[in-house]
């Protein structure tokens, strides 16, 4: 008999990870509407420093070496037919196919603006974004980042570093930023904030426009439930939260009421024992924490535990209480990761360039990359 087969549809940051730790037992068929990896992480830096985020968060599939025999599909998938064990998709050329699976993993992420999205997208398509995105930020004069979370911090720290002559004004709706960090970690990305000379706004809400486009800037003067005048900026990001998960092709009850994915301990799907879920779509906690914290490899784990009849090995993912992790991304200084106790672990810019990506992150969690050919 021929090697399992393993479906994932999804492959962001946690569908990459998972498909490189199975590829090692499995026939691994990944599918996604891009043509490589393109991260939701750092916006910050992507927008103020597009060339330098490409080379850590913008990866061409074929580049990674724990990908080598996976079936990589750019596709969309259109339905689960869980009874059957086969998933429908769509192709990048508009042709149908189905697929057979022993396991499927649904890690089809989140959309929450251009940054993230499901479309389809070739090579082209990523890198006219990129480039309309950061140049329209980086020229405005006076800028407003509608937002509490680390999307909205990350880009207003990082585009006043790179445009410190420029007005950079963070609104959000809570005393501090970050309300899901320690309270330590909230304090001292505030004081940076702060000494950054970026403006803070706290106890702003905003009036959100009906037909606001999530995927664009826009202009407009923003008005605010909470009372304050008006305020008129040149670009202004919309950062709040506004996500949808990517769940059209997902049947109703594997999902929960938000339309997330259900998830139990050992972030199956309930009811469906071999489909498995991870990721930002994964509802396994308030922060949908398996996109971080190891959880790709709880799913790696427990996947093949399942599928050698072993369930008794099945582990749990443990959420943590706060996030934590980088925040600010890669600045001038170097990089901030911040614990889940708040406390701040600074690491300098030789350190990143020579340690942390190439050894820690590229050889170790992602077991190898390629040279740009």
Request: hydrophobic residues 40%; charged residues 25%; positive net charge.
């Amino acid at each position: 008999m021929g090697k399992k087969r393993i479906v994932i549809a999804g492959l962001g940051d946690a569908g990459l990870l998972s498909a490189i730790q199975l590829n090692k037992n499995f026939d691994v068929i990944g599918i996604s509407p891009k043509p490589c990896l393109v991260s939701g992480q750092e916006l910050g830096p992507r927008l103020a420093r597009p060339k330098d985020w490409e080379e850590n968060y913008l990866i061409d599939y074929d580049r990674f070496k724990g990908l080598k025999g996976v079936d990589i599909r750019h596709a969309k998938v259109s339905g689960i037919m869980a009874r059957e064990n086969k998933i429908s998709l769509i192709g990048y050329d508009g042709l149908p196919d189905t697929l057979a699976y022993d396991v499927l993993v649904i890690s089809s992420g989140t959309q929450n603006g251009f940054w993230r999205n499901g479309h389809f997208e070739n090579s082209d398509d990523i890198q006219r974004n990129l480039t309309e995105k950061s140049e329209a930020i980086l020229s405005a004069t006076r800028i407003a980042i509608i937002g509490g979370g680390p999307t909205a911090v990350s880009v207003a720290s990082n585009v006043k570093e790179m445009r410190p002559e420029s007005e950079v004004h963070l609104f959000f709706s809570q005393e501090m930023p970050l309300p899901t960090y320690h309270p330590r970690t909230r304090r001292k990305v505030e004081k940076f904030l702060q000494k950054q000379e970026v403006v803070l706004h706290p106890l702003h809400r905003a009036d959100v426009p009906a037909d606001l486009d999530v995927e664009a800037f826009s202009s407009d003067p923003i008005s605010w439930s909470t009372g304050q005048p008006p305020f008129k900026a040149d670009v202004t990001l919309w950062a709040i939260g506004k996500l949808s998960p990517n769940n059209e092709f997902i049947p109703a009850d594997m999902l929960a009421e938000d339309g997330f994915v259900r998830a139990d301990d050992f972030l199956r799907v309930p009811g469906y024992e071999n489909v498995f879920t991870v990721g930002d779509i994964a509802k396994t906690d308030d922060n949908r924490s398996s996109a971080r914290n190891a959880g790709h490899l709880v799913l790696a784990h427990n996947v093949k535990s399942f599928l050698e009849g072993r369930d008794e090995k099945l582990k749990s993912f443990k959420p943590p209480r706060y996030r934590w992790g980088s925040i600010l991304g890669f600045q001038k200084k170097g990089l901030s990761i911040f614990t889940p106790n708040g406390e701040r672990v600074g690491i300098s810019p030789w350190w990143v360039k020579n340690l942390l990506f190439p050894v820690f992150v590229w050889r170790l969690i992602y077991q190898g990359l390629e040279k740009r050919k």
